[in-house]
């Protein structure tokens, strides 16, 4: 069933965590593939120094973070939106049947 596999999933996960003496180096090689994302974005080819791709990877990487923070703002918007005229509260707590 979906439901048990979701629970064995979570079980194991948080047991290899109880596991786990380093979490920083255990994702270390994760957290550098998403830096290497950016620096790979904003300079493909090699051209730039480090420090000039460090600059502008560090505006992609915060361009990429604001547009999820964007999208996830615009998402709870329209679930509000969605739940209009059934009476509940927005987050004002101004009733949104008008």
Known sequence: MTADRFLIAR???HQSW???ADRSA?????RRA??????????PDGVLSPAERARRAGHARKAYFTR???????ARRRKLGSSAGDGRAD???????R
């Open 11 to 13: 079980l194991a996960a």
């Open 18 to 20: 109880a596991n786990t």
């Open 26 to 30: 255990r994702t270390a090689p994760a």
């Open 34 to 43: 998403m830096l290497d994302r950016f620096e790979n974005q904003v300079d």
């Open 68 to 74: 999820l923070a964007l999208r996830s703002a615009q």
């Open 91 to 97: 987050a004002s707590g101004q009733d949104q049947a």
